[in-house]
């Protein structure tokens, strides 16, 4: 913990060694590759920053809000258009009736839970992975992290109304991609369930 | 579900479960997606079953830090 006043580089740098894995855990959910270069960029952007700190006790979150700004950059820098997600092509999709009616687990009088308890964190990582950065983002920053819809938006600088559209065709595919990814990978077949 | 009068599809009920749980509808539709699963035992399936999917997501995110990477990034701190 810093003092309130105390923006040396001494302060800074004991908060972000302590931010580290917090840090490193949400470049590696917006990111396949480069998760330490994000960590590092951030870290630099937020030395440079130090002084803008209103809140000592906020601080994770601040780092955490110039990762998404860097993130946010990269994006733009690499100029990858990203085609927005045709609505019909997830909105019919629901993964409760899916399994409902496939009922992959037909001795399971838990159906549902036995589905979601055969991914583990790296299958769902995985699955988060095959999602466009525009989807995967909204979805990590408000289910994992915590960010409320309005910080997602002006931390990617993007309108409200498009993080919230975002946010509903993410789930969406998320749910689809829950599906696809258990059925290739074998996590429906008897005796798999934990 | 049976068709009442005043209650909304299913489809529109599903579409708002999510944001119903975020607290990010508006009092209007917190009331419509409310008065439809008092009545529509399926969509209170899909509430549920949205609250599983919630839980997976905030509680299978969490990341290691591996040692060789704490200790290249607390070298780069140290010669910010």
Known sequence: ?194 | MTEQPDVIPCTDAVRQLWDYLDNAVSPEDQKLVERHLSFCRACCGELEFAKELRTLLAARGAVELPADVRSRLERFVQEL
């Open chain 1, 1 to 194: 913990m810093v003092d309130e006043q105390d923006r040396s580089e001494g302060s800074f740098r004991c908060l972000a060694v302590a931010e580290l894995p917090a840090l490193y855990g949400l470049a590696r959910r917006l990111l396949r590759d480069g998760a330490e270069d994000l960590v590092q960029e951030t870290l630099l952007r937020g030395f440079r920053a130090y002084e803008t700190l209103a809140d000592d006790e906020a601080s994770g979150r601040w780092l955490k809000t110039i990762m998404v700004n860097v993130f946010r950059d990269q994006l733009r820098k690499q100029a990858r258009s990203v085609d927005e997600l045709p609505v019909e092509d997830v909105e019919n999709f629901s993964l409760y009736r899916t399994i409902a009616d496939e009922d992959p687990f037909p001795y399971s009088d838990t159906l549902h839970d036995d589905f979601l308890g055969a991914f583990d964190r790296q299958d769902v990582r995985e699955v988060l992975m095959r999602l466009p950065e525009i989807y995967r983002a909204p979805l990590v920053l408000r289910y994992m992290d915590g960010f409320a819809t309005k910080e997602i938006a002006a931390a990617l600088g993007t309108p409200l109304g498009t993080i919230l559209a975002r946010l509903h065709r993410g789930r969406k595919r998320f749910e689809k991609e829950l599906w696809a990814y258990a059925d290739e990978c074998g996590l429906l077949l008897e005796g798999e369930v934990g």
